[in-house]
């Protein structure tokens, strides 16, 4: 009897070994979904800048360009800086316009804020009754003070210009037009996302 008790009691440990390994493993992958879920979470609190509205283009005296953003993400927005950067979408000659600028105030969720460009008429007269296409690129920097996370977001379009005197739309690029911009910026010297 105190062999098959021995016996026993080895496969007992044995048993209780391996539950207490499965039960481990187990606590192991809820804390992993767990970490995983929250850091999807923050994610999908973050900060994040959308276009209200389709840009307003004014043609009055000069050239300008309105884009009106709003902050759909949870968390508030800080240090918010933009560099805006406007040319000819035959991607021939320096840009009409490169400007960078920043608001210093929190942009809260559903907060609206508006960027305008002025292209001063010297670089594109706005009484022409044809004026070119444009590329217009917006880069927008900001940090979530709540995460202590900063953000970069790229938006692309383009200003089919005016033709026979009516004012073109603008849309998004497309991923072909795209790499061309991109290689723009290369032969030119621009990136974007340095700020000066």
Do not use: C
């Amino acid at each position: 009897m105190g062999k098959s008790s021995n016996v026993f009691m080895k496969w007992s440990s044995v048993i209780a070994t391996i539950a207490t390994t499965v039960l481990a493993l187990t606590a192991l992958i809820t804390v992993y979904l767990t970490v995983a879920a929250w850091k999807v979470q923050q994610d999908a609190s973050r900060p994040y800048f959308v276009l209200r509205e389709s840009p307003k283009i004014d043609l009055v005296n000069n050239l300008s360009l309105e884009l009106k953003f709003n902050n759909v993400g949870i968390h508030p927005a800080v240090n918010l800086s933009s560099e805006t950067i406007v040319f000819d979408d035959r991607l021939s000659g320096k840009p009409i316009h490169h400007d960078e600028s920043a608001i210093v105030n929190e942009i809260y969720k559903d907060a609206a804020l508006s960027l305008v460009m002025i292209i001063p008429s010297n670089e594109l007269d706005p009484k022409q009754p044809n004026i070119n296409a444009q590329y217009v690129v917006v880069d927008l920097q900001y940090a979530d003070p709540i995460l202590n996370k900063s953000y970069n977001q790229t938006i692309y379009m383009n200003w089919n210009g005016v033709q026979a005197g009516k004012l073109q739309p603008t849309v998004h690029v497309r991923v072909e037009e795209k790499e061309k911009i991109l290689d723009y910026f290369q032969t030119h010297g621009i990136d974007p996302k340095i700020r000066s």
